[in-house]
């Protein structure tokens, strides 16, 4: 005899999707007739709650309906830009045509807000602009975009350089608000440590010179492994340059990748953004702004990579091309070099 059973998880999730239905059902009524009343600012928030619990293309519409009368402008026509998708991709004509009329009338009312970048912060390394704790991309840079009236915030960071932040208050319906980002202010340094370089001890007339705490050989030691200055002090630099060198290739080839990711997460991104009649307005799904976001990180990523990779590569050109000509080194004398990977970034350290 064979006994046939359904799996434990497939009942609970199929009654879990049940109950969220029905609940979100009965937030819908209970929105519906909120709105027959002319309260809606109490029926959108059931509106979007019974979204979350059952997405359906008729919730988005009321919900759209609701926020615009209560004048959430730029939220309302993005949910209608939704319904006009969502009616196209099941070829719902009428439906879709009628959609699409509330955007286009909705649309010369909407508050916007431009993010314009000055050409001196442009040029700052690792610049991040962001608008209500949302990064933007440098593409959105300049574009005015619909948001919903109230203040918003504008901020800027980069490396090396104070944060900029500002609010910009948009309240009127129609209106077109700019907010340029000025060149950021560089960053204080902190003061150098009084005890990082300790003095040096000169000896008395006529005495040895006293030891080095840090060196297990006297100062007069002969032993072996005890290392003397070195004849050639163009070795070292010109070794130094090489490592340096290759430090800036490397770090060359990695903005390279992180460009290329930032590139093909922004294209991705555009893909699931809808672009109003005319191009004066954008929109995006929560896939493409995230994508978009990915492509922000990648950019700045990439940028600091490009930066880092070219001081270095310049700076390991510059200690090869002027290191003195090779001379004699005494035997037993020796030059270390290496690249210290830290929190701080890419270090050369060396012993010569």
Not at 12 to 21: I, L, P, S, T, Y
Not at 22 to 46: H, I, N, S, V
Not at 74 to 84: G, L
Not at 319 to 337: D, E, N
């Given at each position: 005899m064979t006994a046939v059973?359904?799996?434990?998880?497939?009942?609970?999730?199929?009654?879990?999707?049940?109950?969220?239905?029905?609940?979100?059902?009965?937030?819908?009524?209970?929105?519906?007739?909120?709105?027959?009343?002319?309260?809606?600012?109490?029926?959108?928030?059931?509106?979007?709650?019974?979204?979350?619990l059952n997405p359906g293309t008729g919730t988005r519409f009321?919900?759209?309906?609701?926020?615009?009368?209560?004048?959430?402008?730029?939220?309302?026509?993005?949910?209608?830009?939704?319904?006009?998708?969502?009616?196209a991709a099941a070829g719902q004509k009428a439906k879709e045509k009628y959609a699409r009329a509330r955007v286009d009338a909705l649309e010369p009312r909407l508050t916007r807000l431009a993010v314009v970048v000055s050409d001196g912060a442009r040029s700052t390394p690792g610049l991040e602009v962001m608008r209500d704790d949302a990064v933007l991309v440098e593409a959105q840079w300049g574009v005015a975009v619909p948001v919903d009236p109230g203040p918003h915030k504008v901020s800027a960071t980069a490396i090396g350089a104070k944060r900029w932040e500002t609010t910009a208050k948009v309240d009127q319906e129609g209106q077109t608000v700019t907010v340029t980002i000025p060149p950021l202010e560089r960053a204080e340094s902190a003061p150098p440590s009084a005890t990082a370089h300790p003095a040096a001890t000169t000896p008395l007339p006529g005495t040895a010179p006293l030891p080095d705490p840090a060196s297990p050989f006297p100062a007069d030691s002969t032993a072996p492994g005890h290392r003397k200055p070195m004849s050639d002090p163009g070795s070292p630099l010109r070794t130094?340059?090489?490592?340096?060198?290759?430090?800036?290739?490397?770090?060359?080839?990695?903005?390279?990748?992180?460009?290329?990711?930032?590139?093909?997460?922004?294209?991705?991104?555009?893909?699931?953004?809808?672009?109003?009649?005319?191009?004066?307005?954008?929109?995006?799904?929560?896939?493409g702004g995230a994508l978009l976001d990915d492509s922000a990180a990648a950019a700045a990523a990439s940028t600091v990579s490009f930066i880092a990779g070219g001081v270095a590569l310049a700076t390991g050109?510059?200690?090869?091309?002027?290191?003195?000509?090779?001379?004699?080194?005494?035997?037993?004398?020796?030059?270390?070099?290496?690249?210290?990977?830290?929190?701080?970034?890419i270090s050369l350290v060396g012993r010569w």
């Open positions: 059973t359904r799996a434990p998880d497939a009942r609970a999730d199929a009654d879990d999707a049940k109950k969220r239905k029905a609940d979100a059902l009965a937030l819908f009524q209970e929105a519906r007739k909120l709105t027959a009343q002319g309260k809606y600012a109490e029926a959108c928030p059931k509106l979007e709650a019974s979204l979350q009321y919900l759209a309906d609701c926020l615009e009368h209560v004048g959430q402008l730029a939220s309302a026509w993005i949910h209608y830009v939704d319904v006009v998708d969502a009616t130094a340059g090489l490592v340096a060198g290759g430090v800036g290739l490397v770090g060359l080839a990695i903005g390279a990748g992180f460009g290329m990711n930032a590139l093909s997460k922004n294209r991705e991104g555009t893909e699931h953004c809808y672009v109003s009649k005319g191009g004066a307005s954008k929109a995006c799904t929560p896939q050109a510059a200690l090869v091309l002027f290191a003195p000509p090779a001379k004699a080194r005494s035997r037993g004398t020796g030059a270390t070099t290496g690249v210290l990977l830290g929190p701080d970034g």
